[in-house]
């Protein structure tokens, strides 16, 4: 068996699709809500640990397109949310030098959280020990037809010609430019779904799933997954 470096045996970029919030909440006879409530203090205690244990990019999916259809109420609450985590939470994190991006559809917000997402972009944009991306209102199939019309416009204005067009030119138009690919996937709750993740960006990560609801997720559920990442012998379809 080939056995990694010892610097290879922690992924420098996990993503992780944070599941399982309404469960953990509707087990325990509370409103869904309560269990975004709790899963937003997870957040925090798992960024934590994942800068402690050296890990460079961690991109969170805490609401996908899809997640609209969801019941009004539910919504209102998840936006609440958001919006005081972008106060509080984020705050601290830029106190802490983390640099800060957001994916997804920002438009679909109201005002004042656009404005806060493209301050804290701008604020933390020359940090880069630690990088937080958070996947709000995000849906690969959206991110690619956006990608897909940039580059049909840029060949329409001739800046490159179609024969050009590669790998590169694809990743510099997705929303997540600049950052290297997911190494690790996590994804909580028992569903083993990627459910319009960064379709492009996991073509080779390691995919890892747990059946612990994310509110429930700590310190040492994160380095049980880094540890089975590390026993990965990981192929990018090379021999
Ligand atoms: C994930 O938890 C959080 C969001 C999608 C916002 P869910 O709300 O999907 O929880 P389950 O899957 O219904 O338990
Ligand atoms: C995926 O979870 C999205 C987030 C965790 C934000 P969902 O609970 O929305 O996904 P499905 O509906 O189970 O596929
Ligand atoms: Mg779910």
């Given at each position: 068996m080939i056995t990694k470096p010892e610097?290879?045996?922690?992924?420098k970029h996990v993503a992780i699709i944070m599941d399982g919030n309404g469960r953990w909440a509707t087990e325990k006879g509370l409103p869904r809500t309560e269990g975004h409530k709790e899963g937003a203090k997870t957040v925090k205690i798992i960024l934590e640990h994942a800068k402690k244990r050296g890990i460079k990019y961690v991109t969170l999916?805490?609401?996908?397109?899809?997640?609209?259809?969801?019941p009004k109420e539910e919504v209102k609450v998840l936006m609440d949310l958001f919006r005081k985590y972008m106060k509080e939470d984020v705050k601290e994190l830029q106190k802490k030098k983390v640099r800060v991006s957001f994916i997804g559809?920002?438009?679909?917000?109201p005002e004042d959280m656009q404005e806060r997402m493209n301050e804290v972009e701008r604020e933390t944009a020359d940090y880069n020990d630690f990088h937080v991306i958070l996947a709000l209102s995000y849906g690969a199939r959206d991110d690619m037809i956006a990608a897909i019309k940039h580059i049909a416009l840029d060949v329409m204005d001739r800046?490159?010609?179609?024969?050009?067009?590669d790998e590169e030119t694809v990743n510099e138009a997705l929303?997540?430019?600049g950052i290297p690919y997911p190494d690790l996937v996590i994804r909580t709750s028992g569903e083993q779904r990627?459910?319009?993740?960064?379709l492009w960006e996991i073509a080779y990560a390691e995919l890892y799933f747990t059946p612990i609801y994310w509110p429930d997720f700590n310190e040492q559920d994160l380095d049980i997954a880094i540890e089975a990442y590390g026993r990965r012998n990981r192929r990018f379809g090379a021999v």
């Open positions: 610097d290879d045996k922690i992924p999916y805490a609401f996908s397109s899809e997640n609209w259809k969801r559809d920002r438009t679909r917000f800046k490159y010609m179609i024969s050009n067009i929303s997540t430019h990627i459910s319009n993740f960064l």
